[in-house]
């Protein structure tokens, strides 16, 4: 199998896990938090839901045509909650995360069915935290990242839908595109056929599951099978360890050139969010990087609460 391109275990993380800067202490999972009471989500029916098109999402063409996303903004109890992530710890954020997309985003499909973020695209678990914070924070509490536009001006940029780009999807995909399973299947030469879909954050909780676990018992994890493997589950929301040690066994005795098509593909699956993007006042586009002002916290826990709030 191919070495030369081979990720480092913190550079398969970050992107299994979602596109975040810098993960520090990325194999610490000993969180020094006690598990937090799981959010009652069968009284939420008289909290606002805001409906959002799919076409909003990064991955919005992998959901049936007709699903429309719900979304409300956090509660003081889920930012409470929030506001205790670890910012340099990798996992913790995910999970942060997750726990927010739990309680406040619902899944509708065309035939009425409603789903949990357990259906919802890993790589739109970033947009999605962002549109709760924008339903939120109504009243401003802006988050900014500033940028200098090639005419000398200071461009500040808000962490908003508006000014977000994603990743565009690679165009040598679109033709094996199937709209009716909204996935990706493709033949190869040696006659094998394979059906590819970006995971969702169910599957994603099962890898970290197996991750840490492997992590916890001294185990290296074949980085290579835990890249492809999540994008060969289509129709799946998880995955037991055992079944993920069956996938292992199947995916080290695959053939090379089945192993270097998946590879390649997979490869070209990169979605989300991509950079921040607005225009300047001189008509130029002004282009930054994705960040996080004030780390991840920073995403629900305001700043500089204390000058704000404090009363003179
Ligand atoms: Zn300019």
């Not at 009243?139 to 962490?159: A, R």
């Not at 916290?297 to 704000?308: L, P, Q, R, T, Y």
Request: proline letters at 4%.
């Amino acid at each position: 199998m191919s070495k030369d391109k081979e990720m480092s275990e913190e550079d398969y993380l970050k992107k299994h896990l979602g596109d975040l800067d810098n993960p520090k202490n990325i194999m610490n999972n000993d969180i020094p938090f006690v598990a937090q009471p799981k959010v009652d989500n069968t009284r939420t029916t008289d909290l606002q839901f805001f409906n959002f098109d799919i076409k909003e999402l990064p991955c919005g063409e992998f959901y049936p045509s007709g699903t429309v996303f719900m979304v409300r903004p956090a509660q003081v109890r889920e930012i409470q909650a929030y506001s205790m992530v670890d910012d340099n710890n990798f996992y913790d954020i995910v999970e942060k995360m997750n726990d927010i997309l739990q309680s406040c985003v619902r899944v509708k499909y065309p035939d009425g069915k409603i789903g949990s973020y357990i259906e919802v695209k890993d790589q739109d678990r970033l947009f999605l935290v962002f549109l709760i914070r924008e339903l939120t924070f109504q009243q401003g509490n802006s988050l900014t990242v500033n940028s200098k536009c090639s005419c000398g001006e200071d461009v500040q940029m808000e962490l908003k839908r508006d000014n977000f780009s994603f990743h565009e999807i690679d165009e040598k995909l679109e033709r094996y595109f199937s709209a009716s399973t909204r996935t990706y299947h493709f033949s190869t030469v040696n006659g094998r056929e394979f059906e590819l879909t970006p995971p969702n954050i169910g599957l994603q909780k099962s890898f970290t599951d197996y991750i840490l676990k492997e992590s916890n018992e001294k185990r290296t994890p074949n980085l290579s099978f835990l890249k492809i493997i999540p994008f060969m589950l289509a129709g799946r929301t998880s995955i037991t360890y055992e079944g993920i040690k069956a996938k292992l066994k199947e995916f080290e005795e695959i053939d090379d050139i089945s192993f270097q098509f998946l590879n390649a593909a997979v490869g070209k699956m990169t979605f989300g969010i991509k950079e921040l993007k607005k225009k300047c006042s001189c008509g130029e586009e002004v282009h930054t990087d994705m960040q996080f002002p004030n780390g991840a916290s920073g995403i629900f826990v305001i700043h500089d609460a204390f000058e704000a709030y404090i009363k003179e």
